[in-house]
């Protein structure tokens, strides 16, 4: 009898019992890795990257025409959500968003207001990450989310999908992800700088067929609900000597005879903020390694270490005077008056902000040092 017992109670609780039968196969979903948004005549117009999962898993597994790199889908409606749900009706499948890796956004759609009404969408949606890459752009998104990398490679390496692996090589413009506009936004001055994205059309050959690329081409000035302004790199060359995650970039100085190639690395930066009264200045000091990569002519070093000082400061002071023409604290100086003087900050501050002029930024001090040339030479190798 307490046999028969325990098989009937087993029976009746089987039905309880969790299974599978409302989860979701791999390999039957669409995964998102990209989205796009514009703004044009009232409306929202997104454009969804769909990636080929079979390009980065055996394809005896996935399946599928790995041929195919990337599809983009697009839909247009009064919110942004509506032209998301208007371009499910399209979908085969149910689009699964946990994969997505980047929001890239048309000059129109920022100053719309399109980066906040995305922030607030996906920041309550489950499926996505505060680890999705933010840039601008005034390419048509269509082109600019079907350029894929070459050699076959997934889009998942792709330029917009992992800007980390560029940035560590040649710390160009610094990409910034949505946990970090949050904080930006959030904390004076209120402003943030995202990458500028463009195509670029004749850099790469493949097969004597050019091929279509992403870079970097400068920075776009924004704020919560608009675009100050989007700045090529040739104006804000100095943005990147201020990065505290700043990798390695080269710079070319004159030198005696022949341009001379530099790595440099390593920098420490210091922001000093000087208080008199309500007058608010600003010192910056820079001391960086340098490495000789080219040097073809035996130049005096210390000439070379002063030139490439000179060259620092002289972009720093550009991007700082580019940032006052657009109204935009660069180097989030009102940041530090915040952290380090907060009384003096309330008594000043607007909109969050320190007013800056062009001689706010009191003085700039760059100390260069060359540690080594490569394999040790500080010498031209011929």
């Not at 039957?28 to 117009?45: C, E, I, P």
Request: aromatic share 10%.
């Amino acid at each position: 009898m307490k046999r028969k017992l325990l098989v009937l109670i087993l029976f009746l609780f089987t039905p309880l019992l969790a299974g599978c039968w409302d989860s979701n196969e791999p390999e039957r979903m669409v995964y998102v890795l990209g989205l796009g948004t514009d703004f044009k005549d009232g409306q929202y117009t997104v454009y969804l990257q769909i990636t080929n999962p079979s390009l980065i898993a055996k394809p005896e597994v996935t399946g599928g025409d790995s041929n195919v790199k990337v599809v983009v889908g697009h839909g247009s409606g009064k919110t942004l959500n509506e032209a998301i749900f208007n371009l499910y009706r399209s979908s085969q499948r149910r689009i699964f968003w946990g994969h997505l890796s980047f929001f890239v956004f048309t000059e129109e759609a920022l100053q719309a207001g399109a980066l906040q009404a995305t922030i607030d969408l996906f920041d309550r949606y489950r499926e996505t990450r505060y680890t999705t890459w933010i840039y601008a752009t005034k390419e048509p998104l269509k082109e600019l989310m079907t350029s894929t990398p070459p050699l076959k490679m997934s889009t998942y390496f792709a330029r917009l999908s992992d800007p980390q692996a560029a940035y560590e090589q040649s710390s160009f413009i610094r990409p910034i992800d949505m946990r970090e506009i949050l904080i930006e936004l959030n904390e004076p001055p209120h402003e943030a700088i995202i990458p500028y994205v463009r195509l670029a059309k004749h850099t790469w050959k493949a097969d004597n067929k050019t091929e279509t690329m992403t870079q970097f081409a400068g920075a776009a000035f924004i704020t919560k609900s608009s675009v100050k302004d989007i700045v090529s790199y040739k104006k804000i060359k100095g943005l990147k000597w201020l990065n505290e995650d700043f990798k390695r970039e080269e710079i070319s100085v004159k030198g005696e005879t022949a341009p001379i190639s530099l790595m440099i690395d390593k920098p420490k930066i210091e922001k000093k903020v000087i208080i008199k009264g309500k007058d608010v200045r600003f010192q910056i000091s820079i001391e960086a390694d340098a490495v000789l990569s080219e040097f073809t002519y035996p130049d005096k070093l210390t000439d070379v270490q002063k030139s490439a000082e000179k060259l620092l400061k002289s972009e720093i002071k550009q991007t700082y005077l580019e940032g006052i023409e657009a109204d935009m604290d660069v180097y989030r100086l009102s940041e530090e008056v915040y952290r380090k003087h907060v009384d003096t900050w309330k008594a000043v501050e607007k909109n969050g902000k320190v007013p800056l002029a062009k001689d706010s930024l009191q003085e700039i001090s760059v100390k260069i040092t060359l540690v080594h040339g490569e394999k040790q030479r500080k010498g031209p190798t011929l």
